[in-house]
């Protein structure tokens, strides 16, 4: 059973930098793609960030040059380094991991992703 587990969550300053980690385990590897999410309050939750089995990756525009998704391969670990933090930046962050690509559907559906962590939670201050 694939797991997912999130940490690395804190409070940073505006323009601030954050390194989130998610632990990937039970295959997790061999699903299509692992992305991240977040959730803001009472907001549905958008993809930031994916990276694919074969190890390109794609961002979000409001991301985008700020933040970078990269993984530890011995470790089985994926990242999501986030610089020049901004207050709008506020929210939970999840991983994900997607089992079969979809070609009709763009990476950032959260409706077609099949596992999720618990999140972390990210706080920008200005």
């Known amino acids: 059973q694939v797991q997912l587990v999130e940490s690395g969550g804190d409070s940073v300053q505006a323009g601030g930098s954050l390194r989130i980690s998610c632990v990937a385990s039970g295959g997790a590897w061999a699903m299509y793609s692992l992305a991240w999410f977040r959730q803001f309050p009472g907001k549905e939750r958008e993809g930031v960030a994916v990276r694919y089995l074969d190890g390109s990756v794609d961002y979000s525009d409001s991301v985008r040059g700020r933040f970078t998704i990269s993984k530890d391969a011995v470790k089985n670990i994926l990242f999501l380094q986030m610089n020049d933090l901004r207050p709008e930046d506020s929210a939970m962050y999840y991983c994900?991991?997607?089992?079969?690509?979809?070609?009709?559907?763009?990476?950032?559906?959260?409706?077609?992703?099949?596992?999720w962590g618990q999140g972390t939670q990210v706080t920008v201050s200005s």
């Open positions: 994900a991991a997607k089992r079969r690509r979809n070609p009709v559907m763009t990476w950032d559906r959260k409706d077609e992703y099949d596992y």
